[in-house]
């Protein structure tokens, strides 16, 4: 499990019921749940937004504009717009005299009156339901609420699964064999080059700066592959065992933690 995304999906669920449980007591609060810009943009693409009377979405942020929200449409417009405005102005507030165009500050440039037209025609064909709640749902779940499964596992969506994870953990062999060679196929093998990387943070790593063209996991694996058909050959055509034949093969295992010097 990634630990740094299961918090954030356990974020994600203070911003789930700050916009869909009125009754909470801290709704109104300036508490800090959302204001990491993935942790927004994450919440941003998992709610789908029918709108009624306008009460419950955003005017600036929602994705209420189709499969658009006006910050997506206006980016330029949209830093423009102070933070807390961006944040409170309701649909219904926003298009009602057309107040949305005074949340607006500061010198228009370019870009940002091109984007403006382009907001404001948008906006020009948006018709309300009066007496109808605005319905948020949950884009992952079949029953539209949010669930801190659905939420951890949205952050891997489209990224690719690496088919040899599951027969190098299930396979038999001791535990620091197969850590070794899940750190070998992520390239996370600590080197000489790691070493060298690392010497600036007091790691009590070998010095392997010189005599070595290549020290990648992937060459390491190969020359002790390699080492391991000649040894039997070479210990064969000596005429008495050495130290050599009788010492234990080499073998890569999983590193040591460093130790860091205080």
Request: with cysteine.
């Amino acid at each position: 499990m990634d630990l740094h995304l299961a918090v954030f999906a356990l974020r994600l669920r203070w911003m789930w019921l700050r916009r869909t449980d009125a009754n909470r007591p801290w709704k109104n609060l300036d508490v800090d749940f959302g204001k990491d810009s993935v942790l927004q943009a994450m919440f941003n693409a998992s709610i789908v937004i029918e709108l009624g009377d306008g009460n419950l979405s955003l005017f600036w942020s929602d994705h209420w504009l189709g499969h658009n929200s006006p910050c997506l449409i206006a980016p330029e417009l949209c830093k423009l717009i102070k933070p807390r405005t961006r944040n409170t102005r309701t649909v219904d507030a926003a298009l009602l005299d057309k107040r949305w165009i005074q949340d607006i500050t500061g010198t228009l440039t370019v870009q940002a009156l091109y984007e403006y037209l382009i907001l404001w025609e948008a906006a020009e064909g948006v018709q309300l339901r009066q007496g109808v709640e605005d319905t948020i749902k949950w884009k992952w779940t079949s029953d539209a609420t949010y669930s801190a499964q659905s939420a951890y596992q949205a952050f891997f969506l489209g990224s690719a699964q690496f088919e040899g994870a599951r027969p190098i953990w299930k396979a038999w062999a001791p535990l620091k064999v197969k850590f070794s060679t899940w750190l070998a196929v992520k390239g996370r093998i600590w080197t000489a080059d790691a070493g060298v990387a690392g010497a600036n943070y007091g790691h009590d790593l070998p010095s392997m700066r010189s005599g070595r063209r290549d020290s990648r996991p992937s060459t390491l694996q190969l020359q002790l592959h390699q080492a391991s058909l000649v040894r039997p050959a070479a210990c064969a055509w000596l005429p008495e065992p050495s130290a050599f034949c009788r010492s234990k093969p080499p073998t890569m295992v999983a590193p040591a933690t460093p130790r860091l010097v205080t």
